[in-house]
């Protein structure tokens, strides 16, 4: 059963303006969450991970993204849109209950910046 | 610094055919990982290697074998390709497999069956 949800395979959004990707996760206990980026013909890069402590984590790049429990999301959140945020956006889960701590990937969102 | 280096980069094998795909860290992680990525589904897990001499199935491993050949080196062999198994395929590595361990990715190896 997928436990990361990333809403939206495609999400478009002109330069400077706010950038959100959402991600909802399902977990019978408390997870931790990550998030990471893939630009083109690239590996994947971490931009921010919530474990334990404050909800509002920030990254790199000017990404931020908040653990909110009451809702089950974590969503991926950056002010200002730049043209070199285009890439594709993987929420991800650490499942204590399955695979030991792996990774869980949703299904990835890809990000167009226009001009 | 190189961190987890995959080869080869792009692949195309005939259906039947064998290979293995290679994949090596430098940062003296004891946790290895492969993945496939296939587009709308993000990654799964087919193998995994917590440590050095442990190999353990995720959650697509069938047509596939791993073997963790020391620390460093952690490779996955397709002994007899199908075209289901065209896919990109990324390594990664992690100091642990302890919850909220960030991995380290390669740079993925593109593989078509035909």
């Known amino acids: 059963a997928q436990s990361v949800t990333q809403l939206g395979s495609h999400v478009s959004v002109s330069e400077g303006a706010l950038v959100l990707l959402r991600c909802n996760y399902s977990?019978?206990?408390?997870?931790?969450l990550f998030w990471y980026v893939q630009y083109p013909n690239q590996g994947l890069q971490l931009l921010l991970k919530?474990?334990?402590?404050?909800?509002l984590v920030k990254g790199i790049n000017g990404f931020e993204a908040e653990f909110k429990k009451s809702e089950t999301s974590f969503h991926l959140t950056k002010p200002s849109a730049h043209m070199s945020d285009a890439a594709e956006y993987f929420c991800?889960?650490?499942?204590?209950?399955?695979?030991?701590?792996?990774?869980?990937f949703g299904a990835g969102t890809i990000l167009r910046v226009k001009s | 610094n190189a961190g987890v280096t995959q080869t080869p980069k792009f692949q195309v094998l005939k259906t039947g055919q064998s290979m293995t795909l290679q994949c090596a860290q430098d940062?003296?992680?004891?946790?290895m990982y492969w993945y496939r990525q296939d587009p709308g589904m993000g990654l799964r897990l087919i193998y995994y290697?917590?440590?050095?001499?442990?190999?353990d199935k995720g959650e697509v491993p069938n047509g596939y074998n791993v073997s963790r050949l020391n620390k460093r080196e952690f490779s996955l062999r397709l002994e007899s390709a199908a075209p289901s198994q065209t896919s990109v395929y990324f390594c990664?590595?992690?100091?642990?497999?302890?919850?909220?361990?960030?991995?380290?990715f390669g740079q993925g190896t593109r593989l078509t069956v035909v």
């Open positions: 977990s019978s206990v408390p997870p931790y």
């Open positions: 990664a590595s992690s100091a642990t497999t302890g919850l909220g361990t960030e991995a380290f």
């Open positions: 991800a889960v650490s499942r204590p209950m399955e695979y030991g701590n792996k990774l869980v």
């Open positions: 290697s917590a440590s050095e001499g442990t190999t």
């Open positions: 919530y474990t334990t402590g404050a909800t």
């Open positions: 940062m003296n992680h004891n946790s």
